[in-house]
């Protein structure tokens, strides 16, 4: 009865949702628009997502990446697939979203990396005069196995969108597959991109053994780090990175479930998020790729409330504290401020 009382209130709990790849995040029923239109491919709902009790190693995790880039490869699809994504986030109750994805060329298709972005852009301008109660921002992320031509490439991009898309191109991301390339070759693109005003948001010691990177990293420094599992010394990080990210208060974009299902977290009660929650450090609840993982940011809520026994009012205080993290402007910060007053005694 509690679980089930507290699970309807993270579903009527107001939320900001920070870390949400976008194709990570497309659902069953997307996937099953997706196949039907490529029958072809032989692709089933097993290759593209990770049920209820399943695990996966992160390695795992990128090849399904690979079978979603399949089905979503021409700009009919990322329109599809972007407004589907916008529509889910607004029902659960997601008030302001920030989206991020890897712009794609496809050969095959006549997609562009430019026209990826254009038809991101559309996509949030189409769910906005459709009247969806959501503002979402998007984020250009750079996959870091495509090394540092193809990530200054992608700066240079966003700095065209930075200017041109009312608002909308508020960062940057740097992603993928940990283990492959070193964030030092990446620092020139994202040193500019910061100083062109992208704000940045860095996927950080996801996995072990990337201390010498998230240091030098750190010294840039990022806007938000994505994960940060690895960073504090009891998970083999050490105290002059806590201290790093201390110092500057740099808030932590934390995905309960991603981490456990990529297996980079052993369970649920030994997550990072005890860690800096504890110290009364910024950290947001986020998704990762609630598609993939199976999972919502409802869901997300209620997993840190019953595995850290969190009340209802710390589970609001969780929710209105992410709004001091979003890059979006200072004037959007005070918007969604009133409206978590104005929503506030509707679900106490
Ligand atoms: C690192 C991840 C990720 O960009 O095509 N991505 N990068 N760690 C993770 N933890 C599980 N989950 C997703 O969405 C898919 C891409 O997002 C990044 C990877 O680069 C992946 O290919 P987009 O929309």
Redesign the pocket.
């Known amino acids: 009865v509690m679980d089930h009382e507290v699970g309807l209130f993270c579903r009527e709990l107001p939320k900001v949702e920070l870390h949400a790849?976008?194709?990570?995040s497309v659902s069953y029923q997307t996937i099953e628009k997706l196949i039907r239109r490529k029958p072809h491919l032989n692709i089933e709902h097993s290759m593209t997502a990770i049920g209820k009790g399943q695990r996966r190693t992160?390695e795992e995790?990128?090849q399904v990446?690979k079978v979603?880039?399949q089905l979503v490869d021409t700009e009919e699809d990322i329109l599809m697939v972007a407004t589907d994504v916008i529509r889910e986030f607004a029902e659960d109750g997601v008030k302001y979203l920030e989206l991020?994805?890897?712009p794609?060329e496809e050969k095959n298709t006549g997609l562009t990396k430019k026209r990826y972005v254009e038809t991101i852009i559309k996509a949030i301008q189409q769910c906005k005069n459709e009247g969806v109660d959501i503002d979402v921002r998007f984020l250009v992320?750079i996959?870091r196995?495509n090394g540092p031509e193809a990530a200054m490439e992608t700066v240079k991009l966003a700095e065209e969108f930075l200017l041109s898309s009312d608002g909308l191109v508020v960062g940057l991301d740097l992603?993928?597959?940990?283990k492959v390339g070193h964030g030092k070759d990446l620092l020139p693109a994202l040193q500019r991109g910061r100083n062109s005003g992208l704000k940045l948001s860095l996927?950080l010691s996801?996995v072990p053994s990337q201390l010498e990177e998230s240091d030098l990293l750190l010294n840039l420094p990022p806007d938000r780090i994505?994960?940060g599992t690895f960073l504090h010394p009891e998970m083999g990080g050490s105290q002059s990175l806590v201290d790093k990210v201390l110092k500057n208060n740099i808030p932590l974009e934390l995905c309960l479930t991603?981490n456990v299902k990529?297996q980079t977290v052993p369970s649920y009660s030994k997550h990072h998020f005890k860690y800096w929650y504890q110290l009364g450090h910024p950290s947001v609840i986020c998704t990762?790729?609630k598609g993939?993982f199976c999972t919502d940011l409802s869901h997300e809520y209620q997993l840190v409330a019953s595995t850290f026994g969190l009340s209802r009012e710390a589970l609001w205080n969780l929710s209105q504290q992410a709004i001091d993290c979003i890059f979006a402007p200072e004037t959007v910060k005070q918007q969604l401020k009133w409206r978590w007053t104005d929503l506030k005694h509707h679900i106490f």
Do not use: Q, W
Request: hydrophobic fraction near 25%; proline fraction near 3%.
């Open positions: 790849h976008l194709n990570g992160l995790c990128f990446f979603i880039h991020r994805s890897t794609r992320a996959d196995r992603s993928g597959d940990p996927h996801e994505g994960h991603s990529g990762d790729d993939v």
